[in-house]
């Protein structure tokens, strides 16, 4: 069992007119086998949470704490997250020319398991983990991310994180630019990663679509820079119905 | 002395000539030594009663020929130091491919310098179609001067490698001209890793028409190293193609490099293909990269003509990239820095001088083997 903390984290950016504050107070708990949607509107500053999860340095910590299992996230570099078992599915994956697939794939593997798999049971299993995703064993040649559509990035994405298998999984708008068999192939994956590694998952997202093929334990409501309000699977539903309006006026009402 | 006309260009050379005095020496304000360290090439601006030769093992294609019986022996220096060195050698390392000849196996020109400052030209031909891969290795033990000239006959095929690598202490002054035959194909590849001061200077013309040239680059400097690549590519016959591609990757306080990429499409080469690419990878604040494209339109009857030039940091998104899926920041420069150059060594012609040039760049980036036996795909399974 993992669980990962979020405690009143406030994280800023730096802008040329001074340090912009994004996440205003954020407390949120993610254990194992449990699956938490943040669904927002856009600029509330749910990918920013990700982000900060991840250790990206254009962030700044300036209050609170992530721990996971315990262990103080925020004091570890963005390679020691990802082996302590953390991993981000990102929205806007980079292009790293020169850089194969098949490489890629190894060297993240060696660096997140400790040791480097045995050549022979390797390329079996990452034919394994491409073919749930429905990936020609050609991309594997290609060079991370270049010249990719965005399915493919996504299913690159979810590739990785099948071969991880982090303890906590953060899916960063995973559905965005996705069309509805694209999304259906994603999910599938994911799900089997979910049922197969029993990883906690946050799923950050716009839209109610994506939990129609992962279901959700809770929905968080994201606004402003903090969770103005969590419930069951319900509220996504209320979230279809009604958009994010009446949270966005609540949240305006608040400050 | 011979002044090249026909039309008069800013790009290409004004003087050819086998006699030093015919060369005005320079100073360093002169366009084509003007980001040159003059302090370390002074040596080579006279004549050197003491220096060395270059010489290389004689093989099946590899002898050691009197000057006057090379076979590009119309190409005339365009440089003092150029003109002082092909003046001060009375033996030419020479590559001879006969006509027809297809020879699968790299040709390895092993040069030596038998001093510590060593003049020597070298001469390529490769006959009417024919078909050779050649690799020259330099010898970065000792301070050299001199040039490459390599002739190919109508519809030859020539992949070509001059590699410099070795310590950071030495200085290289080269001149390499290629002259392609109607329909004849030519790749040449440049990797420069080695020296303390390096000057290579590739120019190409052709000699019939539909003749197609590649010259691609791959340079890393570090600890104050000084690279200069200056390439003259001429198109004076019609429906011929040029692609030039250099990459280079520098680090460190003082390291420089320079790229100039001179194309002249003159008035008769009509249907003209070129194209001119310099990519630059600033690992860090203290090196220095200059990058000059020009190319010169005689004629607008070209089929396509274009450049492009760019000198960039170190992405920092890739850097997250790669250790947000673990990866230590060390390895994740190095894939990095590696994947920038694959595309320009990946047209290296064999692949175990392939495989040697990208551990040597590993090395370079202080990868050690395990890693690069890891990012091969290689490990003690591989055979199995």
């Given at each position: 069992m993992s669980i990962l903390v979020i405690d009143d984290l406030h994280a800023s950016v730096t802008t040329d007119t001074g340090p912009r504050e994004i996440l205003r107070g954020v407390t949120l708990s993610v254990d194992s086998g449990s699956t938490h949607a943040v669904m927002g509107p856009n600029g509330s500053g749910k990918s920013t949470l990700a982000y900060v999860i991840a250790g990206h340095p254009k962030y700044v910590v300036t209050q609170g704490s992530i721990t996971l299992d315990g262990q103080d996230v925020l004091s570890m570099s963005v390679d020691e997250r990802a082996r302590a078992g953390l991993f981000l599915a990102m929205q806007y994956p980079v292009e790293v020319p020169g850089v194969s697939v098949a490489n890629f794939l190894r060297t993240s593997a060696t660096a997140v398991r400790g040791e480097a798999p045995k050549l022979r049971t390797w390329i079996k299993e990452m034919k394994d983990a491409m073919s749930v995703l429905q990936m020609d064993p050609a991309f594997a040649e290609r060079n991370v991310n270049e010249g990719f559509s965005g399915?493919?990035?996504?299913?690159?994405?979810?590739?990785?994180?099948?071969?991880?298998?982090?303890?906590?999984?953060?899916?960063?708008?995973?559905?965005?630019?996705?069309?509805?068999?694209?999304?259906?192939?994603?999910?599938?994956?994911?799900?089997?990663?979910?049922?197969?590694?029993?990883?906690?998952?946050?799923?950050?997202?716009?839209?109610?679509?994506?939990?129609?093929?992962?279901?959700?334990?809770?929905?968080?409501?994201?606004?402003?820079?903090?969770?103005?309000?969590?419930?069951?699977?319900?509220?996504?539903?209320?979230?279809?119905?009604?958009?994010?309006?009446?949270?966005?006026?609540?949240?305006?009402?608040?400050? | 002395m011979t002044v090249l006309t026909a039309p008069p260009s800013d790009l290409a050379p004004r003087v050819a000539s086998a006699r030093p005095e015919d060369f005005p020496r320079p100073h360093g304000r002169e366009e084509e030594w003007r980001f040159t360290p003059m302090d370390a090439v002074a040596p080579f601006l006279d004549r050197d009663p003491a220096a060395g030769a270059l010489s290389a093992e004689p093989g099946t294609y590899v002898s050691m020929v009197p000057i006057a019986d090379r076979a590009g022996a119309s190409w005339l220096p365009t440089d003092l130091p150029s003109a002082i060195a092909f003046s001060g050698t009375t033996t030419a390392v020479q590559v001879a491919v006969p006509a027809e000849q297809v020879v699968e196996d790299p040709i390895v020109v092993d040069l030596r310098g038998s001093a510590g400052r060593s003049y020597g030209h070298v001469d390529v031909h490769v006959g009417a179609h024919a078909r050779a891969v050649v690799v020259l290795v330099h010898d970065l033990t000792v301070d050299a001067s001199g040039s490459i000239v390599t002739t190919l006959g109508d519809g030859a095929e020539l992949t070509m490698l001059s590699i410099m690598d070795g310590p950071a202490e030495r200085t290289h002054l080269w001149n390499w001209h290629t002259e392609i035959g109607r329909d004849a194909r030519f790749v040449g590849s440049v990797v420069t890793i080695g020296g303390r001061v390096v000057r290579m200077l590739p120019s190409v013309g052709f000699a019939g028409p539909g003749g197609s040239a590649e010259l691609l680059g791959a340079f890393l400097g570090d600890h104050g190293q000084y690279l200069e690549h200056r390439i003259f590519v001429d198109h004076d016959q019609p429906h011929c193609s040029s692609n030039v591609v250099f990459k280079g990757a520098l680090a460190g306080e003082g390291t420089h490099t320079v790229w100039v990429g001179d194309v002249l499409v003159r008035r008769a080469a009509i249907g003209t293909d070129t194209y001119e690419m310099n990519r630059n990878l600033l690992l860090d604040d203290g090196a220095r990269a200059d990058s000059v494209p020009n190319l010169e339109l005689e004629t607008g009857d070209v089929a396509s003509a274009g450049h492009a030039s760019a000198t960039g940091r170190f992405d920092d998104e890739q850097l997250f990239y790669l250790q947000a899926r673990g990866i230590p920041e060390r390895i994740a420069r190095q894939l990095v820095v590696r994947g920038f150059f694959v595309d320009v060594l990946a047209r290296i012609p064999s692949e175990q001088w392939r495989t040697r040039v990208l551990h040597r760049i590993a090395q370079r980036l202080g990868m050690d083997d395990s890693i690069e036996a890891e990012l091969s795909g290689t490990d003690e399974e591989a055979g199995s």
């Open positions: 399915g493919e990035k996504k299913r690159h994405e979810i590739l990785q994180l099948s071969l991880l298998k982090p303890k906590i999984a953060i899916l960063d708008e995973t559905d965005s630019g996705l069309d509805v068999d694209a999304l259906r192939v994603v999910s599938e994956g994911f799900n089997a990663f979910r049922d197969e590694t029993g990883a906690g998952t946050l799923l950050i997202t716009h839209y109610t679509r994506i939990l129609r093929y992962i279901a959700p334990d809770f929905v968080h409501v994201f606004v402003d820079g903090r969770i103005v309000e969590s419930g069951g699977p319900e509220l996504a539903a209320v979230l279809e119905s009604e958009g994010y309006e009446r949270f966005v006026g609540a949240s305006a009402t608040q400050a | -």
